[in-house]
Nanobody
Framework: QVQLVESGGGLVQAGGSLRLSCAAS????????MGWFRQAPGKEREFVAA????????SYADSVKGRFTISRDNAKNTVYLQMNSLKPEDTAVYYC???????????????WGQGTQVTVSS
């Protein structure tokens, strides 16, 4: 069993920044692709960003490209999401997840955190 615990969410004004963290209990953390997803009220969960095992390959949704940066520290079993230039439409619960495959699809991810709320006020 793997536990993923997100932190760093909160309330921020439009144009501000937040950094989310996701700590994993998995001993083989460095072998897995990690992703961030988000879900706004009444909407489906959507892909935000993903990073491969080494951190050398990243992928972003078009809506966050140029504003968000995903990174990982395998020594700390932690993945990060730096969010800059936040917009009200970024308001959602943000989830981290792990996958053995390179994918932007929710179904490809087998372990999920409990989520952290990000609220961006206008």
């Amino acid at each position: 069993q793997v536990q993923l615990v997100e932190s760093g969410g909160g309330l921020v004004q439009a144009g501000g920044s937040l950094r989310l963290s996701c700590a994993a209990s998995r001993r083989t953390f460095s072998s897995y692709l990690m992703g961030w997803f988000r879900q706004a009220p009444g909407k489906e969960r959507e892909f935000v960003a993903a990073i491969n095992w080494s951190g050398g390959i990243t992928s972003y949704a078009d809506s966050v490209k140029g504003r968000f940066t995903i990174s990982r520290d395998n020594a700390k079993n932690t993945v990060y999401l730096q969010m800059n230039s936040l917009k009200p439409e970024d308001t959602a619960v943000y989830y981290c997840a792990s996958s053995p495959l390179v994918s932007t699809v929710v179904a490809a991810y087998d372990y999920w955190g409990q989520g952290t709320q990000v609220t961006v006020s206008s």
